[in-house]
């Protein structure tokens, strides 16, 4: 019983991340204290902290970028060694938005739109046939890598005036509700793996249906402003820098899912199938993928500086 009602407790506590740092920091143990963003970052983050060294690391949820850094300049950093606190924020539209934030030490901002981004990759995909699809064959692992990266780059051009669209909502800080809309309203595999464009239900246009599931409405001079960023994005040369990461790592699981399908289907009465233990999705892919990854190189970087 007195356990059940620690849960209750725990459940109805108001106490604060910031507070709950200040009473688990001790500036005479090994610890390090990690603040980031959503549910899915610790599964990208924290393989990335020495497993062997005896520090001990606790987790803080901020909930959302804004809240990583409201914390961040909460903390009196003259009684607090920064290098023992770090936090963690994905860049997102930022810099297309030109929103300045905070530089400091011991704040990592992913170079991609988020930390999905960095998890579509050649080393991951390879990473999913082998391990995971038990695929051997260096042939055909790479020719269907070229045909991934080929189709991915095709996507990412086609996604533009939908990014530029949502890039303008937020400069006009509209209260999107993506979590409505699917990009697979929009895009599907067909049976030789290419990216196409579905033709919406009811003739219903892209911007009609952008509008019904995100419960937004338009004025008559937003065509300006959402061409003013369709524009700026077309300059940018990587992709990683303005697709969504949710979008991204929702083409790679719906890449892999469709490639088994297709193997599947093309094997002869009585072959072995390939079966996936767990079905990949783009809800799941960072908490089963993240600890695949090898350290990124602009995160290294920041670990090593903390370090000293």
């Not at 070229?146 to 086609?158: A, E, T």
């Not at 300059?235 to 790592?249: A, F, T």
Request: proline fraction near 2%; aromatic fraction near 14%; include cysteine.
């Amino acid at each position: 019983m007195e356990f059940l009602k620690y849960l209750k407790s725990a459940a109805k506590s108001n106490t604060s991340v910031r507070t709950k740092f200040l009473q688990q920091y001790n500036k005479n143990d090994k610890s390090i204290h990690i603040f980031y963003e959503g549910n899915d970052d610790p599964s990208f983050y924290t393989n990335y902290f020495e497993q062997k060294s005896k520090l001990k690391v606790y987790h803080y949820q901020a909930e959302n970028k804004a809240g990583v850094y409201e914390i961040h300049s909460k903390i009196n950093w003259n009684i607090y060694k920064r290098n023992r606190a770090l936090f963690f924020a994905d860049k997102d539209f930022s810099d297309i938005l030109k929103e300045i934030y905070p530089t400091e030490s011991n704040i990592f901002v992913t170079k991609h739109y988020s930390i999905e981004n960095y998890l579509v990759c050649k080393a991951i995909f390879t990473r999913i046939l082998r391990d995971i699809l038990h695929i051997d064959d260096d042939k055909f692992i790479n020719k269907c890598y070229r045909n991934f990266d080929k189709n991915l780059k095709i996507f990412s051009y086609k996604i533009q005036p939908l990014i530029a669209w949502i890039v303008y909502h937020r400069s006009i800080k509209s209260k999107l509700q993506l979590n409505n809309f699917k990009i697979s309203d929009l895009f599907y595999f067909d049976n030789n793996l290419n990216i196409n464009k579905h033709k919406l239900c009811n003739g219903l246009k892209i911007q009609n249906h952008l509008l019904t599931k995100t419960k937004l409405t338009h004025t008559p001079n937003c065509w300006k402003g959402i061409l003013h960023y369709y524009k700026q994005i077309r300059k940018i040369h990587s992709h990683k820098v303005y697709v969504r990461g949710k979008y991204e790592i929702w083409f790679l699981a719906t890449y892999i899912n469709k490639l088994v399908t297709i193997i599947n289907n093309s094997k002869n009465a009585g072959e072995p199938k390939i079966k996936m233990q767990f079905n990949l999705t783009a809800d799941n892919a960072v908490e089963l993928l993240g600890p695949r990854l090898k350290k990124p190189n602009d995160l290294s970087v920041f670990l090593e500086t903390n370090k000293k």
